[in-house]
């Protein structure tokens, strides 16, 4: 867990550097939550008329899905783990980083949902209309040798007018917007919100320890996602 805004550049080293190491055995797997500074990043899918207002910097993130926002006030969280040593299967990790999310925002009174045609967790928000929902939280990812990098990003209390800048993630639908904890009302602290994604951590993913062998833990997630919505399995 970083304290401080993480730099995107070096950030993106570091997660390289370790995710390389983990697939050579030299280093444990790791789950490092963070801050970044005010900043755009586009995935392998982005189109660039989805950039409507460059007010941040725009970063090349080589994950896959469309453009996302960073910025203080919403808690990224980069997941480096083996899938050899667990369950080699990218749709079933996709479902579970969705569960863990789901379970975390339960933590806050928050339900949030899946989308079979659209990656994230979502809450319905009726009050802005039929079939109004709202994304609270992104998942983009990156496979190399089997190694997970990027995550995802979980809004808590960021400023929301930032994400018009852009499309977030292509979803350009009036009916979808983009919601956080705070804007609904639910106040959280990092900390608070750490110790929930640490909570809920364990019981899909296994233990937060070393290993020798590590089990199939993404099987205990509810399902795989759809190979339809692994087509852009990361926004």
Known sequence: MSDHPVDYDDALAAMTARASRIAHGEARELVWLLEHPPLYTSGTSTRPHELLDARFPV?????????????????VGY????????????????????EWIIRTLADFGVHGQRR?????V???????????EDKIAAIGIRIQRWVTLHGLSLNVAPDLSHFTGIV???VSERKFGVTSLGDLGRAASMQDVDRALRATFGPLFGATVDAQNVASTEN??????????AESASR
């Not at 480096?80 to 990790?93: E, N, Q, T, Y």
């Not at 205990?220 to 919505?229: D, E, M, Q, V």
């Open 220 to 229: 205990k997630s509810p399902g795989r996602r759809s190979a339809k919505s």
């Open 59 to 75: 970063y090349v993130a080589g994950r896959g899905g469309q453009f996302t926002y960073h910025g203080p006030g919403q808690r």
């Open 122 to 132: 979502w809450v319905a928000r009726p009050e802005k209309g039929e079939g109004a």
């Open 168 to 170: 977030p993630c292509g």
């Open 116 to 120: 079979e045609d659209r990656v994230g």
């Open 79 to 98: 997941v480096m783990l083996d899938l050899k040593r667990r369950a080699p299967d990218v749709r079933r990790f996709v479902a579970t980083i969705e």
